[in-house]
């Protein structure tokens, strides 16, 4: 009967350990996702689409300084597999264009820094609804 014991209090523990760790990782991925959001933020901020933005100049240095950070939090980022690697290349290198756009403040680095935010935007939406989900989804096939 001890024996019997041991074995369930076995399963248990390890039953623990594995639901902790993927737990662990999957809350790190989060927090690094609540980083980037407030720097994201700040890139949006200044996109030229808010009311009276007109008359509001548009901020380089934040730009440039949010999407520095941004660049190394992403590096921070740990995949598990080829398609969590490949979108983290993607924000990576979007956000890379409007680091270089908004440093340089030449004409045009507006509408250069806008449109790499719009694909950021889409590459954060590709991890966060279709990868996410497909990962679940695979999880719970047979």
């Known amino acids: 009967m001890k024996v019997k014991n041991f074995f369930v209090a076995g399963i248990i523990a390890s039953a623990m350990f594995i639901t902790g760790a993927t737990a662990g990782f999957a809350s790190s991925d989060k927090e690094l996702c609540s980083k980037q959001k407030v720097n994201f933020l ?3 901020m200044n ?3 808010l009311p009276n933005d007109e008359f509001a100049p548009y901020n380089f240095k934040e730009v440039a300084g949010a999407a ?3 660049i190394a939090v ?3 980022r ?3 597999d080829k398609t969590h690697a490949a979108i ?3 924000v990576s290198v979007h956000l890379t264009h409007i680091q270089e ?3 340089g403040e030449s004409e045009g680095a507006v509408e250069v ?3 790499a935010l719009r694909f950021l935007e889409l590459s954060c939406k590709a991890c966060h609804k279709v990868y996410d989900t497909e990962r679940k989804n695979r999880k719970m096939s047979p």
């Open 68 to 70: 520095t950070e941004m």
């Open 78 to 80: 740990t995949h598990d």
């Open 74 to 76: 992403e590096g921070k």
């Open 47 to 49: 996109n030229g689409l």
């Open 101 to 103: 756009a908004a440093a």
């Open 42 to 44: 700040k890139i949006k």
């Open 113 to 115: 820094a806008g449109h």
């Open 88 to 90: 983290s290349k993607m």
